[in-house]
């Protein structure tokens, strides 16, 4: 039998070639506008809110509400805050599904009672260890519904503050939100390194390649990697820039 009659050769090239199709369609999508990524990362969260209303949620538009209902709390209080994690990098690079909004504060530790009670008056589950836990700069889940979730931290690295500093408004859902530039989250995502925060990275790169403030960005991932005692961090970073930018 020739190679190309034999399924076990066949096979392999199928795959690559899905593969390829895969990347194609990543890049396309990675130099569509931005206004072009709201429009696709609106519709996937509204696809997620469908399934959890077939399974029978309470709350109409769950996660609409839930950004609402965030964004109330922290105008009311007056929290500097930024948006980062899934729903940023659906942002800046290739929209994807989430089920939790990821945001850090900037909030004296004096207000941070006042601000868990607000959540929790605004229908967010608040644990018992969630003051100490903001307290101690660790992240906190509150939970909204069953599937849909904020996630708190309060600021203790400088990253941290000069992510907030330099966030950017965009509305989503008719709802203005702050949202953490690229270069934050690329360094972000460089210090957590999971799977998806590498595809994630990837992502915001292609997309944001033109765009980008590069002497900053290796600053600040500079900084992150001396901060945290996180050296790695500037080789992930040459690997990657090789990789995506050449």
């Known amino acids: 039998m020739s190679p190309e009659n034999d399924p076990r050769e066949r096979w392999p090239v199928i795959v690559a070639e899905y593969r390829a199709l895969r990347e194609a369609e990543r890049r396309e999508f990675a130099r569509a506008p931005l206004s072009e990524r709201l429009e696709a990362l609106e519709a996937l969260c509204s696809f997620l809110e469908e399934t959890e209303r077939m399974e029978g949620t309470a709350v109409p538009q769950p996660f609409h509400e839930m950004l609402r209902r965030l964004h109330r709390v922290l105008e009311s209080l007056g929290v500097p805050y930024a948006i980062l994690g899934g729903l940023a990098a659906a942002l800046w690079g290739i929209a994807r599904t989430t ?126 990697a001396e901060e945290a005692g996180l050296p790695e961090l500037w080789l992930r970073w040459i690997h990657l820039k090789e990789e995506i930018l050449g």
Do not use: C
């Not at 100490?132 to 708190?152: C, H, I, M, N, W």
């Not at 400088?158 to 934050?184: H, Y």
């Not at 595809?199 to 900053?216: I, K, M, S, T």
């Open 99 to 224: 089920v939790d909004v990821d945001v850090i504060l900037l909030v004296p530790p004096e207000q941070m009672p006042a601000l868990l009670r607000a959540f929790h008056e605004e229908g967010f589950a608040v644990s018992p260890m969630a003051l100490q836990r903001l307290q101690e700069g660790r992240p906190v889940k509150l939970a909204f519904t069953r599937r849909f979730s904020v996630d708190l931290r309060s600021a203790s690295l400088q990253l941290d503050v000069q992510a907030i500093r330099r966030a950017r408004e965009f509305v989503l859902f008719g709802i203005p939100l702050r949202f953490v530039a690229p270069e934050e989250l690329i360094a972000y995502k460089l210090a957590r390194w999971e799977p998806i925060d590498q595809n994630d990275v990837r992502g915001v790169l292609e997309a944001q390649r033109d765009h980008l403030d590069f002497e900053y960005l290796e600053t600040a991932i500079r900084g992150l």
